[in-house]
């Protein structure tokens, strides 16, 4: 008999212990009451930039970030050797799901998108400009600007939570980011600047450099985050 109360009184014990919370051990869930808001640094694809945001309830979460960088490498663009700048600058929300109430999340959003690439023709002794070979001093200045829409979107999924339990967040995130094709255009300083057939050649360029530079309407999004809950 004192073997059946003890166990019972054993058993009772254990079903009045509360569910572990969400996420809990060395990577907790961002669900506590008094730690909904943040803010933090990102790094990625987008750039490098801040972000902030609240975790609304369990499920929901909503983000404001901001992001840039400048890349410079040599590239060509249709059919001319470019010193090319890509330079990256955008701001935007989403909001994020976390369909288990742990630290796995779907996330989407929008962002305001100043995006936009810069190439100059690098030096030579004449140019491919649609049909035809022009001389370089005749060119001058070969300058052309890649501009993406000023309205883009964003979808990934990624793993957010404190370790340790602590104030410090970490997460991370990867989905795409889409930016839609650039609208292209040219600066020439040169003799033939306002030249009619040179113009003509000009636009078949502008239709090259637009198929060249279309890889960048759709590229991979990677954030990783670091916050200060509080």
Known sequence: MLIVVLLS???????AQPPPAAGSGAFTASTDADQRA?????????????EGGYRINDYLQI????????????QTVADIASD?????????????????????????????NFNKAVYNA????????????YAAADVGRLTGEARFAPNAWFAGAGLAGR???????????????????PS???EVTGLLANDPAFLADLELQV?????????????????LNLRYRF
Not at 63 to 74: K, M, P, T
Not at 123 to 133: E, F, K, L, M, T
Not at 213 to 218: C, E, I
């Open 184 to 186: 292209i255009s040219y």
């Open 38 to 50: 943040f803010v933090g640094i990102r790094a990625g694809t987008l750039g490098v930039g801040l």
């Open 63 to 74: 983000r404001a970030h901001a992001a840039g960088l400048v890349y410079s490498d040599d």
């Open 84 to 112: 090319f700048s890509l330079r990256l600058a955008s701001v935007g929300a989403g909001i994020d799901f976390f369909p288990f109430r742990r630290v796995f999340f779907l996330t989407a959003g929008a962002r305001y």
């Open 122 to 133: 690098q030096p030579a002794s004449d140019y491919q400009i649609g049909d035809n070979v």
């Open 207 to 223: 239709e090259q450099a637009r198929r060249d530079l279309d890889k960048y309407d759709s590229f991979p999004l990677f954030a």
């Open 9 to 15: 009184t054993s058993l009772g014990a254990a079903g």
């Open 163 to 181: 370790p340790w339990n602590g104030p410090v967040e970490v997460s991370v995130e990867a989905g795409i980011y889409r930016q839609g094709t």
